[in-house]
Nanobody, 114 residues
Framework: VHLVESGGGSVQAGGSLRLSCAAS????????MTWIRQTPDRGLEYVGH????????YYADSVKGRFTISRDNAKNTLYLQMNNLKSEDAAVYYC????????RGQGTQVTVSS
């Protein structure tokens, strides 16, 4: 399993970012995928996940209505569209294969300034 997250950066509160996760080493199109994030004080935190065919996505209450998970199985790529970012969204964001948080990549940093 090899996962590479990208797209992080610094944004003002209320802004948007789109993260990507390039996957390889497993059958991406048959696998549900998860976004998680990590901060020093909250540790690893579930953000949401999407079914293998992209038909449904599920979200933590803290991001529901603001974040959207999607995927392109032809490109083996997972996305996280983040809108109306808040200071509490600042974290290192990771993608993971199913619920296997240990499979996550190196992460991408998101900084939100008020």
């Amino acid at each position: 399993v090899h996962l590479v997250e990208s797209g992080g950066g610094s944004v003002q509160a209320g802004g948007s970012l789109r993260l990507s996760c390039a996957a390889s080493g497993f059958r991406f199109s048959n696998t549900y995928m998860t976004w998680i994030r990590q901060t020093p004080d909250r540790g690893l935190e579930y953000v949401g996940h999407i079914l293998s065919d992209g038909s449904n996505a599920y979200y933590a209450d803290s991001v529901k209505g603001r974040f959207t998970i999607s995927r392109d199985n032809a490109k083996n790529t997972l996305y996280l569209q983040m809108n109306n970012l808040k200071s509490e969204d600042a974290a290192v964001y990771y993608c993971a294969k199913e619920g296997e948080y240990g499979s996550r990549g190196q992460g991408t940093q998101v900084t939100v300034s008020s």
